[in-house]
């Protein structure tokens, strides 16, 4: 049974020249409760904050 979720986990879908990966992040209850109230797309808008971290860690 863990193959099969592993297996779902990876899946790579194509969006025009991006592409996503499905995964499992824990955020605390607040991080989450902070993006969900921020309506449509908060999803995207924790992509968004993880990339700029990402970049200002690489700098």
Do not use: P
Request: hydrophobic fraction near 35%; aromatic fraction near 6%; glycine fraction near 6%.
């Amino acid at each position: 049974m863990k193959t099969q979720r592993r297996k779902r986990a990876v899946k790579r879908k194509s969006v025009g020249t991006k592409s996503w990966e499905v995964v499992k992040v824990v955020l605390d209850d607040d991080v989450a409760a902070y993006f969900r109230r921020s309506g449509r797309g908060w999803q995207s808008r924790i992509t968004a904050a993880l990339r700029k971290a990402a970049k200002r860690k690489r700098a």
